[in-house]
């Protein structure tokens, strides 16, 4: 439906069911803000950033998801230029076949994966690691990046290429000089979809971190919810730790709506 055509009446109901949408999602988060200012107030989130919980700090976690998102995300651009790059320019046996091997990869769930990753990752002595889950994220949401800029890259003149081939420039130079400073659009958006996501990650670091030292923001949730008991006290300190731990995909959110609704539509459309 064009939103720019709908009469009155389709832009009123458009507009409630997106009211309606948004009050079902932000219930739970006031009702967290809510319990965690009942009993003893900011008290609560200043006891949070002061005092370990049971051996867990809550700014480790933070850090930790931080150092896994840079980590995952500069392997992610990395790689996941390169590949896009070759598969779009450049011309070698069975391309399109291996891209279409990669492209089936985004089939394939993440859990069907775990267990040989787990293999992997003890023989190499990655296990309980933050290496592990950043190889881990990097690796699963490589085809993704691959499928989202090799669509970028399909809609840049190949005229670039024979240019820099004129002028004796390599097909590595090429990419260096010409078509990575020409991406870096789509790399923010992509680099922005990694992070937010890297930070909202549960199943990984559940799955190879269980040293409380290395232990990421999200995980420290579950494991938060056995420390307290039923008393009020606890309960708010408990909703004030929810609070903290879900502001980071908030604050990314915030900051950089442009960039990931960008991310998302990118390469849907092709000139």
């Given amino acids: 439906m064009n939103f720019a055509i709908a009469n009155r ?3 009123r109901i458009i507009s409630l069911f ?8 932000l219930f739970p988060f006031y009702t967290a803000i809510r319990n965690s200012l009942k009993v003893n107030g900011f008290q609560n989130y200043v006891d949070l950033f002061t005092s370990d919980l049971n051996g867990i700090s809550l700014i480790g976690t933070f850090w930790n998801s931080a150092l896994i998102a840079s980590g ?8 996941g230029a390169l590949a896009a790059f070759a598969f779009s320019k450049l011309r070698f046996f069975a391309k399109e076949a291996i891209y279409v091997s990669v492209l089936l990869c985004l089939a394939v769930p993440g859990v069907v994966i775990l267990i040989p990753f787990y293999y992997i990752l003890k023989n190499l002595d990655l296990y309980n690691t933050l290496w592990a889950v950043i190889f881990s994220e ?4 490589l085809p993704f990046a691959v499928l989202m800029l090799r669509n970028y890259y ?12 004129i002028d004796g420039a390599s097909k590595l130079q ?3 000089h010409i078509y990575l400073p020409l991406s870096i659009p789509a790399l923010i958006n992509l ?3 990694s992070i937010m996501w890297s930070f909202q990650d549960f199943l990984l670091p559940l799955m190879f971190l269980t040293d409380k030292s290395v232990l990421t923001a999200t995980v ?5 919810k056995g420390l307290f008991g039923f008393s009020p006290a606890d309960l708010g300190k408990f909703n004030a730790a929810l609070v903290v731990l879900g502001m980071p995909g908030v604050v990314i959110f915030t900051f950089a709506r442009k960039f990931i609704t960008s991310g998302i539509t990118s390469g849907a459309v092709k000139d």
Avoid at 138 to 141: D, E, N, S
Avoid at 154 to 165: G, Q, R
């Fill in 154 to 165: 399909d809609n840049l003149p190949p005229e670039l290429m024979e240019s820099a081939s």
């Fill in 191 to 193: 680099g922005v979809l």
């Fill in 220 to 224: 420290a949730v579950n494991t938060l």
């Fill in 18 to 25: 997106l009211y309606v949408f948004a009050l079902v999602w």
């Fill in 9 to 11: 009446k389709q832009k």
């Fill in 174 to 176: 090429a990419f260096i």
């Fill in 138 to 141: 990097a690796v699963l949401t």
């Fill in 72 to 79: 995952s995300t500069f392997l992610l651009l990395s790689i």
